[in-house]
């Protein structure tokens, strides 16, 4: 088990009042996608440490992420092999992000260009600034999408939608993203980061058991029929109406009191 404190953690991965915070780029290489880093993000996402209930994604540069480091592609001896590792090793952060039980909010400034519109596409809520742009950029060097974006975009904006971002390399102002549903709302440029941490943090304090509850519906809607999802739905909101959660819950509202979630934390 991974146990991340706010003072033994790498710098990359850091836990704030039950927020794992993660830096998918640094300032270092043109804030490109830093995969060094997320290899800590995915084990920390596999592993929970104790008192984590949201997840904060962050670029600690100039952007939130500018995409793949280009010129490292560009100095590999075999550049297929050395892209196809940098992909898997992105893919295992993907999988364990997009499985992951935890709301997960997206503080996007700057730009989210490649591997970082990708990341943006798999966050439940995404805060952009007024500058914030997005972009595929794969297309401009002559490369396919990774990081899920061949997936995730069309199920955000529709198939048609989605193949001219794509094909056209097309670049999304922060209007535009927060029409097409990229991004979840706008504030001012230095707001996105006190913002979007604000949103981490009221995810952690709510109610845990019912978020993943959630996500899970989420997940299996992706293949379901509606009828089979009526039925997941159904067994999910009975197990929740059951729950320490789900009776908390009911008996707050009945009450009028304020829920005490952390007395059901992790029921």
Same mark, same amino acid.
């Given at each position: 088990? #991974?146990?991340?404190?706010? !003072?033994?953690?790498?710098?990359? @991965?850091?836990? %704030? ?17 830093? /995969? ?11 592993? &929970?440490?104790?008192? /984590?209930?949201?997840?904060? #994604? ?22 297929? %092999?050395?892209?196809? +590792?940098?992909?898997?090793?992105? =893919?295992?952060? /993907?999988?364990? &992000?997009?499985?992951?039980? &935890?709301? /997960? @909010?997206?503080?996007? =400034? ?42 995730? #975009? ?12 794509? #094909? ?19 504030? *001012?440029?230095? +707001?996105? +980061?006190? *913002?979007? $941490?604000?949103?981490?943090? !009221? $995810? ?14 989420? !997940? ?5 029929? $509606?009828? %089979? +999802? &009526? ?13 320490? !959660?789900?009776? %908390? ?19």
């Amino acid at each position: 088990m #991974l146990h991340v404190t706010a !003072t033994d953690a790498p710098s990359n @991965v850091r836990i %704030e009042d039950g927020v794992l915070r993660v830096a998918v780029s640094t300032s270092a290489d043109g804030t490109s996608l830093d /995969v060094d880093g997320l290899a800590d993000a995915t084990t920390a996402l596999r592993n &929970l440490p104790d008192g /984590v209930r949201a997840v904060l #994604l962050v670029g600690d540069g100039g952007n939130f992420c500018a995409g793949g480091n280009v010129r490292a592609f560009g100095s590999a001896e075999n550049r297929g %092999e050395y892209v196809g +590792q940098i992909a898997a090793a992105f =893919h295992e952060f /993907v999988r364990a &992000l997009d499985a992951s039980p &935890l709301p /997960v @909010v997206a503080a996007v =400034h700057g730009w989210a260009a490649g591997a970082g519109m990708s990341i943006v596409c798999l966050a439940d809520v995404a805060i952009g600034g007024t500058s914030t742009k997005m972009r595929p950029a794969y297309p401009t060097i002559g490369f396919t999408p990774d990081g899920g974006m061949s997936w995730t #975009l069309p199920r955000a904006v529709g198939a048609s939608r989605a193949r001219e971002i794509l #094909l056209t390399d097309a670049v999304l102002g922060a209007d535009e993203a927060v029409r097409l549903g990229l991004l979840s709302r706008i504030v *001012e440029d230095d +707001q996105v +980061q006190d *913002e979007a $941490l604000r949103v981490a943090r !009221t $995810l952690a304090a709510g109610p845990t058991a019912a978020y993943a509850g959630i996500k899970t519906l989420f !997940t299996s809607s992706r293949g379901a029929t $509606l009828s %089979e +999802q &009526l039925d997941a739905e159904t067994a999910s909101i009975s197990a929740a109406a059951d729950s320490p !959660t789900g009776r %908390e819950g009911v008996d707050a509202f009945v009450g009028k009191r304020r829920p005490d979630w952390g007395s059901v934390r992790g029921a």
